[in-house]
């Protein structure tokens, strides 16, 4: 009983989660060519992503071996600034990929828009594909629309 309270409970979560990052393409209205544009800015965004939250998880590793040793201040002022390069590096590629997503925009759409629209500076946001796949709703309304809960 418990686990199938809990499943539920999870499942229930993701669906409200889904909805919520559909929500902002909604919102703004974007047209077909829009979501294809960002649907393909979105699937590069995944892919560095990988690579560069695996930089900086390497670079933390690094730190926490090298900081347990005999290294020298230097050697561990040194690999702490690996990791903030490889953090700065990560956080600069994800406001590149909101300019990115933001160049497609009508000015219209950018008077609406936020970076922290459906997840996108977490780098969470549905594709705009999915979305339109899910059967979304382009309409200027509420911005309230119902997704088919498809990741």
């Given amino acids: 009983m418990k686990k199938t309270l809990l499943l539920l409970v999870i499942l229930a ?23 294809e544009k960002i649907d393909g800015l ?14 900086v998880k390497k670079a933390q590793l690094s730190l926490d ?26 956080e600069k590629a994800q406001f590149e990929h909101v300019l990115d997503v933001r160049d497609e925009l009508t000015d219209a759409q950018k008077e609406k828009f936020t970076p ?3 997840g996108i500076m977490k780098g969470q946001h549905k ?6 796949g899910c059967g979304a709703k382009r309409s200027t ?3 309230m629309h119902q997704g088919c809960g498809k990741h």
């Fill in 13 to 35: 979560t993701m669906l409200f989660a889904e909805t919520g990052k559909e929500a902002w393409m909604d919102e703004l209205g974007l047209s077909d060519e829009q979501i």
């Fill in 42 to 55: 979105s699937t590069q965004w995944q892919k560095d992503r990988i690579d560069l939250e695996a930089s």
């Fill in 65 to 90: 071996e090298t900081i347990k040793g005999d290294a020298s201040r230097a050697e561990l002022e040194k690999t702490f600034e690996n990791l903030s390069d490889a953090k700065m590096a990560y």
């Fill in 116 to 118: 922290n629209m459906g």
């Fill in 127 to 132: 594709s705009a594909s999915s979305a339109k």
């Fill in 141 to 143: 309304g509420s911005g």
